[in-house]
């Protein structure tokens, strides 16, 4: 079992930087993959950016790709969403979620343990 915990969301200009934050509990952490998703009121949730258990590869969305990164700490149970050039575009809840598999994965099936979300809001 994984539990996840997302922090960091809140109120931004267009054109400024968050990072979220997914603290995870549980003695296998460092074995799973984990991804970044975001829902908009009325949109299915969109996959945003993933990375594999050692951290050695990642990959982002064609939406953010150029301005957001995601990282991990295995040391300290933590994966990270950078966001920077935030868009209003960008405004959604933010979910973290875990996956046991080898490899990264883009859809929300393939994911086990979710997150309860964190709101970014990104004003024009």
């Known amino acids: 079992q994984v539990q996840l915990v997302e922090s960091g969301g809140g109120l931004v200009q267009a054109g400024g930087s968050l990072r979220l934050s997914c603290a995870a509990s549980?003695?296998?952490?460092?074995?799973?993959?984990m991804g970044w998703f975001r829902r908009t009121p009325g949109k299915e949730r969109e996959f945003v950016a993933a990375?594999?258990?050692?951290?050695?590869?990642?990959y982002v969305a064609d939406s953010v790709k150029g301005r957001f990164t995601i990282s991990r700490h295995n040391a300290k149970n933590t994966v990270y969403l950078q966001m920077n050039s935030l868009k209003p575009e960008d405004t959604a809840v933010y979910y973290c979620?875990?996956?046991?598999?080898?490899?990264?994965?883009?859809?929300?099936?393939?994911?086990?343990?979710w997150g309860q979300g964190t709101q970014v809001t990104v004003s024009s």
């Open positions: 990375i594999t258990w050692s951290g050695g590869t990642t």
């Open positions: 979620a875990a996956h046991s598999g080898s490899y990264y994965y883009i859809h929300s099936d393939d994911y086990s343990y």
């Open positions: 549980g003695r296998t952490y460092s074995s799973y993959g």
